[in-house]
């Protein structure tokens, strides 16, 4: 019998996997990664702007002052995570598009690691929060593919948005795979950074109680300071005074502040304004006025922000772990220049050819940060921010590529308040992470072969100030703009979009004694200057930089007809969640025709489809026994309500969208199949129509028609069907330059 059924258990030795174990002393890990935040704007590199709680974390570690980026977020955010150059792992330019080259998918390659698959061998848990945009935006929908996600690159948990922006009190929010609906609102008190950082304390107290001693990566991205800039409105005011004096006086009073607190050279000089920026005084009292509350939503979408970091740091410190961790403090590029000379308090409108005149700013300036606001300042605020470096965020000037950075492990690190200089990378992050964790990047992962990493650790610049400079030169490109750092020098080349390559004029500049590019060497050292614009295209050779594609509109075109010009209708079923806008029917410039099928009994109300929210969109809803479609365009709207009650016995209800070759478009409300009412529409949908997605059955954001959110349909909703003529005419380069300000 023995012989039968083997040994007994007392007999037996069963056989454990070993758990991965992370090297003695690892640190806890936290990354918190600003969008669009300039080089002067923490308070500690100069800027007036209260962030007491990032300053009282640099006074614990370091300030970088020659960190620097790729120019624009999807492209830094792909080098921070994998520790190489962002062509080389697929991402050279936006997650929005493929253009079907090698450094040009969207998405991180197989073969570029990211910080979390290296760190997961060794034992580390990793969560991921906030922005994350480095996914194709066509692979976000509920379907995926989730390869390129947070859970498939790595992360363990994931509560966040996938796209460059979003409503920060009605965000496109995801929970690890799947979307969410916010769990309030902006009548309830509800803001994206207050339950960012909610969930972060979270998932760290829930980390503490099952496995305290286990290391942690918690990587945050908050949507600040992106546009739509949206903070408390009593916060935002309480800037006017700070900011009245205008850009010209506050670049000149960052740089004074800069220069005490050693974060850049006494000798450093400050640029002439960027080209298109009026001085201050030449602007009325009025449009200043307008100027001074733009710029007082993003210092108080900062401030809001560092209030609630402190929460979370302030958590660290009361459970015990803030000697064990390991902080980052940056930003993912310079400020952003898509504000335009005049701003907006809600781009929206003027994205899709609908003006907005000073007089409807000046008389909206009270609703500026607000719910049915989509705002962003004026270039010459995004200078300020950038202070003392010329350009702003898609350039490769300074303005664009040179942010702040702050580093502090107490345990691991003695540096206390201190500024170093050193040239650094985003590339160079992962490979300073290992190499102060003490670990080596692993050969495969999920049994892909990986390429080596392309970043150079700068972790002994962070205990030695004399630690030798970085070694390897390091390339930039965006948009055709391009640079190169070697040996303390830096060649660089702004490009007018649509010029030829050959055309474009270097600039040769010794950063090592001309902190903000002041000074041109270019005629004196022309040698040096062809050697290195040599190293320039020998590095873009190897990096899959080439070929160079300085085009905006023609490349999300592109996009939009390899990945939605083959679809034409849409069924959307009872039960169905929410759909990303990226996914949803494309409606712009173009006719339709939507209608759901339902089944009444009398006296219902609510929406039948809702895309968008207060600030762009359209809505097919019912009320007050009428079928109404809403148009909104920048808070414009238009409505067309039915002629008569629809009748208990209705059973398809729907819309008409007719396009012309001058503009206006026709919307058309049917009932079951029969003409109930029409309206022509000054504006429609050219570029765009909204940053938030689609929902049938209810209203799930910010309402885009006068009706309280979400306003649920009351009757039965069986399916909802879009269908898109093929007539659509797009303006690629409109389009693409409201794509960019998503970015």
């Not at 059924?5 to 003695?24: D, L, N």
């Not at 969930?199 to 942690?216: E, G, K, N, V």
């Not at 965006?478 to 010029?499: E, S």
């Not at 909703?717 to 003529?725: G, W």
Request: charged residues 25%.
């Amino acid at each position: 019998m023995a012989g039968r059924i083997g040994r007994t258990v007392a007999e037996s030795t069963p056989e454990w996997p070993e758990s991965p174990r992370p090297p003695k002393g690892a640190p806890n890990i936290l990354v918190v990664l600003f969008d669009d935040v300039g080089f002067s704007d923490f308070g500690c590199y100069g800027s007036p702007i209260r962030t007491p709680n990032i300053d009282r974390v640099a006074a614990q570690g370091v300030r970088m002052a020659g960190f620097h980026t790729t120019a624009m977020c999807s492209t830094t955010r792909a080098a921070l995570l994998t520790g190489r150059n962002h062509h080389s792992v697929g991402v050279g330019c936006l997650a929005n598009f493929d253009s079907g080259y090698p450094g040009y998918r969207g998405k991180i390659a197989k073969e570029a690691g990211t910080l979390p698959e290296m760190l997961r061998p060794h034992g580390y848990r990793n969560y991921m929060l906030g922005k994350w945009h480095v996914t194709p935006l066509t692979e976000t929908g509920p379907s995926g593919p989730f390869d390129g996600w947070p859970l498939g690159r790595g992360f363990d948990r994931f509560y966040g948005f996938m796209d460059a922006e979003t409503d920060q009190y009605s965000p496109e929010l995801v929970r690890d795979n799947t979307p969410i609906t916010p769990p309030g609102t902006f009548e309830t008190g509800y803001h994206l950074t207050e339950d960012l950082v909610d969930q972060s304390i979270r998932y760290l107290a829930d980390h503490m109680a099952d496995a305290p001693q286990t290391p942690w990566l918690l990587w945050l991205a908050p949507g600040a300071c992106h546009a739509p800039h949206q903070a408390p409105a009593d916060l935002i005011k309480s800037y006017d005074a700070v900011f009245e004096g205008g850009w010209d006086a506050e670049r000149e009073r960052r740089l004074a502040r800069q220069k005490a607190l050693g974060i850049v050279p006494r000798d450093t000089r400050l640029p002439e304004r960027n080209e298109g920026i009026r001085p201050w005084e030449s602007y009325s009292a009025d449009e200043r006025r307008v100027f001074t509350r733009l710029q007082s939503a993003f210092a108080a979408m900062l401030d809001h922000t560092d209030q609630h970091l402190g929460r979370l740091f302030d958590f660290l410190e009361q459970a015990g772990v803030r000697d064990d961790t390991l902080i980052l403090i940056l930003s993912d590029n310079g400020a952003s220049q898509e504000g335009g000379p005049l701003g907006f308090v809600n781009a929206m409108g003027p994205f899709n050819f609908r003006g907005e005149p000073m007089e409807e700013k000046l008389a909206r300036i009270d609703d500026i940060g607000g719910p049915d606001t989509h705002s962003n300042f004026p270039q010459g605020w995004a200078m300020a921010s950038n202070t003392p470096l010329r350009r702003y965020k898609q350039n490769t000037h300074g303005g664009g590529i040179r942010d702040p950075l702050v580093i502090s492990w107490p345990k691991g690190l003695p540096a206390r308040g201190e500024v170093r200089e050193r040239f650094a990378h985003a590339s160079d992050l992962v490979p300073t992470l290992l190499d102060l964790i003490g670990v080596q990047p692993p050969e495969q992962v999920a049994g892909v072969a990986q390429m080596p990493l392309e970043g150079e650790s700068f972790a002994a610049a962070l205990t030695d100030p004399a630690a030798p400079p970085r070694a390897k030169p390091q390339y930039f490109e965006m948009f055709g703009h391009r640079g190169l750092w070697k040996d303390g020098w830096k060649a660089v080349a702004f490009h007018p979009p649509g010029t030829p390559f050959d055309n474009d004029r270097w600039e040769l500049f010794h950063l090592d004694k001309d902190f903000s590019e002041t000074d041109d060497f270019a005629a004196r050292e022309p040698a040096k200057l062809q050697a290195m614009i040599d190293e320039w295209w020998a590095m873009a050779e190897a990096h899959q930089v080439l070929p160079l594609d300085d085009r905006f509109g023609p490349r999300f075109a592109e996009n939009s007809e390899r990945f939605r010009a083959s679809r034409s209708r849409f069924v959307f079923h009872a039960g169905m969640g929410h759909l990303p806008t990226d996914v949803a029917p494309d409606v712009r410039a173009r006719s339709y025709v939507i209608e759901a099928h339902v089944a009444l009994t009398g006296g219902e109300e609510g929406v039948l489809l809702a895309h968008g929210d207060a600030t762009s969109g359209y809505s097919l809803y019912l009320k007050d026994g009428r079928l109404h479609h809403t148009l909104n365009i920048g808070g414009q709207k238009t409505t067309v309500s039915s002629d008569r009650p629809v009748p208990p016995t209705a059973t398809r209800l729907g819309v008409s969208a007719r396009r012309s070759d001058e503009g206006p478009r026709t919307f058309t409300l049917t009932i079951d199949g029969q003409p109930a009412g029409s309206v022509t529409a000054t504006t429609g949908f050219v570029t765009l129509i909204s940053w938030s997605g689609l929902d049938i059955g209810l209203d799930r954001g910010s309402p885009v028609a006068d009706y309280p959110a979400p306003f649920s349909f009351t009757g039965v909703l069986k399916k909802v069907t879009v269908k898109l003529a093929d007539d659509q005419a797009l303006d690629g380069d409109a389009v693409g330059e409201a794509e960019m300000a998503r970015q």
